[in-house]
């Protein structure tokens, strides 16, 4: 029964059933809206109240925490001293030159490898997919703590595997995790081993949604493999890319488990986010921690809206 | 039928009730002590032996051990748990979170207790005593004490032309030592890890200080001195064994270069009286043990009492505080202090244990374990004016762990970005000057 049977009789005037009619139509638009409203908000609620409790409340927090100096449940403001202090400190540069590096170290080697394996995946090794398949995968279901130490041994630099097969070819292996710009290579290679599972799966679901009579087209205008690649493969493939790209960046500015276990965050991998661990738990100074943390929080803001912007452009959407 | 049943089940009800009134009763009286420790692998499973005897040895007091994390995470927990309001009855905090302790909020001092309790300090050994201590007595409870020691692999030793290493040697003796070693082919002198433990150590042993007012100890540390005199020479001398190929550059760690040492790679290695025992049983060679270097320019002094002691935490109820304290008396006990000895290398806390009879036969056939204890007993405690040497006390400052890490982030400095030992060390002192500023003006000195 609706709400226009169940009305009193029409009053004899016209126009005021009309508009009457009218009105109720409206309001129940309105009331249908609402209720619709509501019934979204009721469907969003539990990840807003999550949010809320798990990420807003604390990135406030952990902002107002950034102004002040403290310890043992004592504090002083400060202001936005530790800010300052990072900015006039040589160190936190370094941090964030080691940070760079390790993003263009990570990401475009992680999503080229991750393509080719794909694309061998989807047409010279399509027999024995399944098993290929198994083997890049295998490393994603490894905590990241016993990947860790896996590497760990591989690169000891007198009792580990690496430099024991280099010496069969004679060559005189580095020692890996301690000197120079090695412990930053090992990281990177340990962490792009790691992602290289997820990566290609998601590149190869990427591969497999390209619609096939493409490829049988340009087969019958002659196209070879490499051109097929180029031209139908690449670009139908750059919405996987561009989502790639965007976790892989947020991913390698979460690394912490390799840093941690490989070098003990040793000064030339500490990254911004190392470098949040390192002050609040090594150094004790929580204020400072943070103030990183902060920064960290605002970088991964503007690098979101800035690779969806910028690269959201370039995107080929079939 | 109906009857007996009731029956049945009235007497069943009624012996329910008595088991319940009585276990209730029973954890009325039993009060359980939060312990927690930073003791992994074999040290973890002789702590828990210990924590077991105590709880079978009486039934009022039951003690939950709760394995922490290294030093750093169990002090980073304790820091934490203030703010929760989450606080262990017991906790074990190492030598480098004196001061911080001493400054913690709501730690009961164990001189306290022994005051009340009528408990006689003096059978600690000395240095160890004095290294928890404040003006009243001792803050904390003795507990796991240790110092560096020099092990090294016989075999090689000997085919260097060496039957034995001398107990007091400096860097420049330690050297030709080495060279000698190297000459016999061996990969590598020696290993040890870039940690913050050993400069501490060997400036100790070249007399050096580490903070101004006499290393804290007279005044609160406000100023970092490592980078003058001795501190230089000192880290001159560890630098270079990285940079002159005598050590493999194994980074900051405290195990890996028991592989090294262990897989016959390096003739000697650089490690806490602890690991006496996982050494032993790893290597298929004999291993001897010696002191630590000191520098050329200074005689040797001895070492700095490491490890860690037992910390009471004031949990605002009287018997708990006392249950707590029966418990760090227990383990204070010669059994254990002969168990945990004898388990892990850590040295007995005790005077009194010198002469006994089963520590003096497991010495005999252990003389590796008697090395770090003679290395302390033969430590200088007083000069020659009849001050306290205030070099072998230890360096005592509010967030140490921090400063620490700052000699362990110099090592790579030298060797990685080409800087002197004397720029890495005022570059840290600077940094460390900092955070001691900032630790004083927090904490109110």
Known sequence: MDQSTSNPPPTPTVGLTNKTKRESEADRQRKNKLSAAIEGYLYLAPTLIALTIFVFIPVVQSFQLSLTRSSFGRSIDVGFDNYVRLFNDDRYHDVIWTTLKFTMGTVPIGIALAVVLAIALSYPLKHLSWFYRLLIFVPIVISTAVTGVLFKWIYHPTVGYLNHLLGFFGIDGPTWLTQGDWPLVSIIIAVVWRQIGFNTIIALAGIQNIDGTLYEAAKVDGANLWHRIRHITLPLLSPTLFFLLIINVIGSLQVFGEIDILTNGSISTRTMLYSIYFEAFRSQNNGGASAQAFILFLLIVGLSFMQFVVVGKKVHYQ | ?445
């Open chain 2, 1 to 445: 039928m109906l009857t007996r049943f009731f029956r049945n089940a009235r007497v069943l009800t009624l012996g329910l009730l008595v088991v319940l009134l009585s276990s209730s009763i029973q954890a009325q009286e039993t009060i359980t002590i939060e312990f927690w420790h930073a003791m992994g692998g074999g040290l973890g499973e002789t702590v828990d032996e210990i924590v077991a005897r105590f709880n079978e040895s009486q039934d009022e007091i039951v003690v939950n051990a709760t394995f922490q994390g290294s030093y750093d995470d169990t002090f980073n927990a304790l820091i934490a748990s203030l703010e929760t309001d989450t606080l262990p009855n017991v906790t074990q905090n190492f030598d480098l979170a004196a001061q911080t302790m001493f400054d913690f909020p709501g730690l009961l001092p164990a001189h306290e207790m022994m005051a009340l309790d009528g408990f006689d300090a003096s059978i600690f050994v000395p240095a160890v005593a004095d290294y928890y201590s404040d003006d009243t007595g001792m803050v904390a409870m003795a507990f796991n004490s240790s110092t560096p020691i020099v092990y090294f692999n016989v075999d090689v030793l000997a085919e260097a032309g060496y039957d034995e290493l001398p107990l007091d040697w400096d860097f420049s003796t330690f050297k030709e030592v080495c060279d000698a070693v190297l000459a016999t082919g061996i990969e590598s002198c020696v290993t040890l890890g870039q940690v913050g433990w050993y400069f501490e150590q060997i400036l100790a042993n070249s007399g050096g200080l580490y903070f101004n007012n006499d290393n804290g100890r007279t005044g609160r540390a406000t100023e970092a001195v490592f980078n003058q005199g001795q501190g230089v020479e000192v880290f001159e001398f560890l630098t270079s064994l990285y940079t002159e190929g005598y050590a493999p550059d194994l980074g900051s760690t405290w195990t890996d270069t028991d592989a090294s040492f262990i897989a016959g790679q390096s003739a000697m290695e650089l490690d806490s009286t602890a690991g006496a025992r996982g050494l032993q049983e790893g290597a298929d060679f004999i291993i001897d043990t010696t002191y630590i270097p000191h520098s050329d320019s200074s005689d040797r002094n001895g070492v700095v009492i490491g490890g860690a002691a037992l910390w009471l935490l004031d949990s605002g109820d009287e018997a708990t505080n006392l249950a707590a304290w029966e418990f760090m008396k227990f383990v204070a006990q010669p059994e254990q202090q002969i168990l945990w000895h004898t388990n892990t290398g850590y040295f007995p806390v005790r005077t009194d244990l010198a002469d006994n009879e089963e520590l003096g036969a497991f010495w005999m056939d252990n003389p590796n374990f008697l090395t770090a204890i003679e290395q302390l007993g033969s430590t200088t405690t007083t000069l020659e004016d009849g001050s306290p040497n205030y070099a072998v006390l230890g360096g005592r400052a509010g967030f140490f762990p921090s400063i620490r890490q700052l000699i362990v982030d110099a090592y790579r400095r030298v060797i990685d970005d080409g800087l002197t030992a004397q720029e890495a060390l005022d570059e840290a002192a600077e940094r460390a000057n900092q955070i001691l500023a900032d630790y004083n003006e927090i904490v109110g000195g």
